[in-house]
DNA sequence: TTAACCATTATCAGTATATCATAATTCAAA
DNA sequence: TTTGAATTATGATATACTGATAATGGTTAA
């Protein structure tokens, strides 16, 4: 392993299933020499991104609180499109969550959120949590608006597997319909009992392509409630698109 | 420049001056050849750290916040601090700023705030911003839980420009003071008009280091108030460093 | 105190890799 | 198209990374 992989490649084993390791481990894991390692964690943790735990262990070191702050503040998407949040959650007529999400890599990843105070769900829709890239309305409106060709690769990823495209086409159709409409609505995709609605944002000039998303209890949030709802998130996605084109 | 360094030097670039850079930008700030940063931007934008911005300019990636997001669940100050501090602040008679801090490289940095509803006033101390370490409660209550020779390693860098070493002395008798009653309030240290309240939070074993404040408007949150909040902030802080202990 | 043990750092020759000037390519706009 | 700028590729050189091993440091138990 080579360049910024190296390193790369030690942080990435840091996660909820294993939070600390010791240099052992982690020489064995990655199938390096521990005196490389050993180097390798000690750039990291003269950075920040690393630092000593007990037992001759390593955790994340809080650099990484710092450069998301960074990103907070420098990201266009984040810039424009925080402040809106708060009240298209205050319109929303039952406990919802609010999530801010782009493409991410292979992925669809929310990068900031907003919740009702009285939340009795839980959603995996957390800020940072990378997300399946072909179900639930917030990443189904990103692909809807990504150009046929990006579309086209990513899709040939997924769905690399399967002998026959058939699902491939009808996903593309589906895509085909969420396009036209201009938001998504799906039950229990991603998080059982929930229900996702999600309006597209993006910006070609920016290289962003992101969406609006409103995650709610199925129970709560009714059907009949969307011919109210569809037109705020629709709309305030499209004002944070505009706002991103300027 | 060389290892790690070559990369975190490009991304400290980005901050709220500048959250944009071109290529030759970076190159000449850095003193380094375009095609080297072209190189190494390449290989940060591959991982998420950096992306393509308009007019071939760069910006930080969405990368920091999947990371930022990782700490949160591992980190262990995170894990037991964080959910105390909802309560904690329902318990404040004035809308304040909870903060959870630690030291972080020469500076203090907050890692997690929690804010009343009706917050009026605003302050610099938020997540992921590093702080001046001789200024404010939430640093102070940090240093005077230090060990003699950290301590001293730290003041002497910060002092090292004052010829005398009489300021010096002075600031380690208000620390021993602060170490004394086991917290410390400030005001007007460090954003005017607000005050702060803070109580150590320390682990040797876990090599954590940190504080728990409540920053608030100095004309809401009254010296009379005080005899009321500070029993609780010290024992909450004291709760985390031994729920941090086992 | 010493000894033993583990974690971490230092050493150093060998080698792979980053560098950087330059050339080639891509891309967008005119 | 052509132009110009941005980005990538090239290739010789210098250098920084590697990894086996030795040295150091810190902790625990005898």
Redesign the pocket.
Known sequence: ???LN?FIDIIRLFDETQGQW???EMAERLG?????I???A?ELSKAGFLE?APS?RYRLGPAFVEFNRRFQLTDPLMRTGSKFLTSLISHVPAPSVVALSRLYDNQVMCTITQQSPNIKFSTSYQKGHPMPLLKGATSKVILASLKPKRLNELLDQQFEDCKTDATKKQFLIELKEINRRGYCVTRGEVDQGLIGLAAPIVSEKHNIFASLSIISDANLLLHEDEPQILPLLVSTAKIISNNLAE
Chains 1, 2 share one sequence.
């Open positions: 392993m080579t360049g190296r010791t240099i052992p390096a020499p521990t005196s490389t050993y180097r390798n000690r000593s001759s």
